[in-house]
């Protein structure tokens, strides 16, 4: 079965680093997003992307915050100078259309030294 | 915005019934149900759309109340996979939103033997 996939799946840095968080969305799927949830916390929506472009962002999901699909298969997030408060599970997720169900990744856990 | 969910967290034996409750003060488009255990992400359980209706798979069910704004997930003779943390997110009919989940706190579940 089609699942979506993330790498790395840890990531420690240290805080004003750049880190990019990668992941493959399921290969027929047109809408991509972002989501976030610090340890102990709820999931958190970040960011939202269709045809190529962001449809929606969270307050969240500021100015060092950058989502590429450089390719017709990655999906990537990019945070350019990493806080302490970056620290949380980060899980991409993808649908195939407006109607359908989200399919979340295993999700990358980044820790900001 | 985010849905109120209830109970905060509930203890079962094995074998019993659970509702968990998710409630929206705004007009909803969809209900989403997730059961995310430790350490993993959240799996997909169902999606209810706008007009009122009512899924289930297993011993797994949903209800969706569109005048109400809320849904209800029914877990009957639990079994102890049913553990974890569950988690509704709603989506809302704003014009151009492409589908952006917004989770509740999550309601946590333990069934013991």
């Known amino acids: 079965e089609p699942e979506v996939t993330q790498t790395p799946s840890h990531q420690v840095t240290q805080m004003g680093q750049e880190v990019i968080l990668r992941c493959v969305p399921i290969?027929?799927?047109?809408?991509f997003y972002w989501y976030r949830q610090i340890l102990g916390q709820k999931v958190e929506f970040l960011v939202s992307?269709?045809?190529?472009?962001?449809?929606?962002k969270s307050e969240i999901f500021d100015d060092q915050f950058s989502v590429e699909r450089p390719d017709g298969s990655n999906f990537t997030l990019k945070i350019r100078s990493t806080k302490l408060e970056d620290s949380a599970m980060y899980f991409c997720?993808?649908?195939?259309?407006?109607?359908?169900?989200?399919?979340f990744g295993p999700g990358t856990r980044l820790t900001v030294l | 915005q985010q849905p109120v969910q209830s109970p905060q967290a509930v203890i079962l034996r094995e074998g019993e019934d659970a509702v968990i409750n998710c409630s929206s003060s705004?007009?909803?488009?969809?209900v989403h149900w997730y059961r995310q255990k430790h350490g993993e992400a959240p799996v997909f359980l169902m999606i209810?759309?706008?007009?009122?209706e009512q899924k289930g798979h297993d011993k797994i069910s949903a209800s969706f109340n569109e005048k109400k704004q809320q849904s209800s997930l029914y877990l009957t003779a639990s079994q102890l996979s049913y553990s974890g943390t569950y988690f509704c997110?709603?989506?809302?009919?704003?014009?151009?939103?492409?589908?952006?989940?917004?989770f509740g706190k999550g309601t946590k579940l333990s069934v013991k033997p």
């Open positions: 997720a993808s649908r195939r259309g407006q109607y359908n169900e989200q399919f």
């Open positions: 290969s027929n799927h047109l809408y």
């Open positions: 992307f269709y045809n190529n472009e962001i449809s929606e």
């Open positions: 705004k007009a909803l488009y969809s």
């Open positions: 209810l759309l706008k007009g009122g």
């Open positions: 997110g709603t989506e809302y009919p704003i014009g151009g939103s492409q589908g952006n989940l917004i």
